[in-house]
């Protein structure tokens, strides 16, 4: 891997505890017990490549909960979806959904999830660790990459577009929870008609307890455990899954789930939903209610359609003078400066 | 008792067919056999098809095909299925080290068996078994079945850890234990085997309906192979792939 070398780095000089390199995942292992990983929020690396006219399939920084500070010693552009996680380049806020120029040198800091839970800091030239099995998402329970640490550097693409115009999205809103789509699962008869009934009557909230591998939900009332006690054949998983743990205690499993289990499930999250899921910070209220299966496979979108779509959901970015702090340090009249050109120099 | 497979949807993308609620021989087979059956037939859209104990989940990409596409192609299929034709592909003989030192729980599992431990290692060197599921950690085997006698039930206090490689039991089943987390299961000896290298170009060693068959070797022997990148254990290819 000689072009390594010609790589720019990004330094990291903080970090956050849930903070991995992930991408789009690697698909197509389950049969060798290997679930497909990747970001937790897939809509966030859409967003990302809308935003900065690049591939989804890049790999990025996914912050859970709380970011780092971080240094690149290339000129690149940026961007920060997913969960709004407060942020800074030099101390100038910069706002989440937006491109940015990350200059050489200039130090970037992102802080604590105002709203949601997991945040995406992508580059243009994509982060460009080694691959492993054809993706650069970190696994953690199946041994692929680690958490990242303060004092790494990480290799990432030169920008390919750096004059491109500034961009902007308003993201799909996901951080408030509320009513989610479910479909069933080859379990959902190992359920009654009454705890599925209860089950869509029942107002949960995110439990604290949660990672990659999934959340648990809390309610108040009895569980919802299956049918015929808990002796059944594990089975196969998808991201999605509503499984019942122990007396019926439901969990929703996440990109990086176990690929069979042996806990009843009552049916599976839709991939358009899952979004809100990852991004329900503990408390967040959530409620459940079946689609047909009709209804379900109608929500498919390819990821091509939907990175289309948002890319036409992308503004450039025109700037009003008003939103321009520093208005002085522009050059606006040739000759007029800060006067403080001497001290900067 | 022989059950209708039963088809089910499994996310929108993935249809499940299930062979049966309970785990019998006849539906592993059958699951094992069907899922080779879906992967040669090549079905347009069809990106995926995983087996696990009893069923087989074919996953399609639904702006490719549908549900209801798919569930035409592979319903003659599953009619068809006959589980006395799943031949193994591939032959594994893994050597394995049943001294006491390795093997801390054999005595106490022959003993729910109702063997002796020699009786026990025998039993186990001296049947092929057959990779029935992988999961739980990536790659790790599931293995059976044994004879009716080793339905012996995991144990109430979990282990806390395993060496990788380490050979237990529990309901008529071995595994090559390849994951960092407790188990009920009973450590009845210890293979050098990794069954997962994520880091080659060979990341798995196991496919689904594998044979494999464990060798006793001496403590002294088992020193000497656990320097072998894949642990002393040879690998025979018994027939080719059908695609």
Known sequence: MRGFALLPTLTIHGAGPGLTVQDLGRPGWKAQGLSSGGAVDRLALFEAAALLGTSPGQAVIEMMGFGGTFHANADTRIALTGAEMQADIDGTPIAPNR??????????????????????????????????????ATHLTAGIGKRLEAGEALPFGADPDRSRQAMRIAPEPRFTGGAIRIMRGPQADFFTTETLHSFTQTQFSRSPRGNRQ????????????????????????????????????????????????????????????????????????LQF????????????????VLL????????????????????L????ISGATRGDDLERS | MTTEPELLPLGIDGILVRFARILTEDANAKALRFRDQVQSAGL??????????????????????DRQTVTEA?????????????????????????????????????????????QAVAQITRQTTRVIAIGFAPGQPYLGMLPDHWDIP??????????????????RQLIIWAADAPTGWRHIGQTAFRVYRPETSTPFAFEPGDAVQFEAVSAADFAAIQADPDGGARCEVLRCCQR
Request: aromatic share 6%; hydrophobic share 40%.
């Open chain 1, 289 to 304: 209610g079946f689609l047909t299966i009709a209804e379900a496979d109608a929500t498919a979108l390819s990821d091509q």
């Open chain 1, 99 to 136: 491109t940015h120029l990350l200059t050489a040198g200039a130090m970037l800091n992102i802080g604590s999830a105002r709203a949601g839970l997991f945040g995406y800091l992508a580059f243009a030239g994509g982060i460009m660790t080694a691959q492993i099995m054809d993706s650069r």
């Open chain 1, 329 to 332: 340090g522009y050059q606006l």
């Open chain 2, 154 to 171: 995991r144990q109430s206090q979990l282990t806390e850890s395993l060496p990788r490689g380490a050979l237990i039991t529990a309901v």
């Open chain 2, 44 to 65: 347009p859209g069809v990106t995926e098809v995983a087996s696990s104990l009893t069923s087989v989940r074919i996953g399609f990409d639904p702006t490719e095909t």
């Open chain 1, 214 to 285: 999934g959340i648990k939900l809390d309610y108040d009332g009895n569980g919802f455990p299956a049918d015929g006690g808990r002796n059944i054949v594990s089975d196969l998983i998808v991201p999605g899954d509503i499984q019942m743990a122990g007396d019926g205690v439901p969990y929703i499993l996440l990109a990086e789930c176990q690929t069979i289990g042996g806990y009843p499930r009552i049916g599976s999250v839709i991939p358009a939903d899952l979004p809100k899921i990852a991004q329900a910070a503990p408390g967040t209220p």
């Open chain 1, 308 to 327: 289309s779509q948002l890319t036409k959901m992308c503004q450039t970015i025109v700037r009003d003078p008003n939103d321009i702090a520093d208005l």
């Open chain 2, 74 to 118: 592979i319903h003659p299929l599953i009619n068809n299925v006959d589980a006395s034709e799943s031949d193994a592909k591939r032959l594994w003989r893994i050597p394995a080290c049943f001294s006491p030192n390795h093997a801390p729980q054999l005595g106490e599992a022959a003993a729910l068996a109702g063997v002796s431990p020699d």
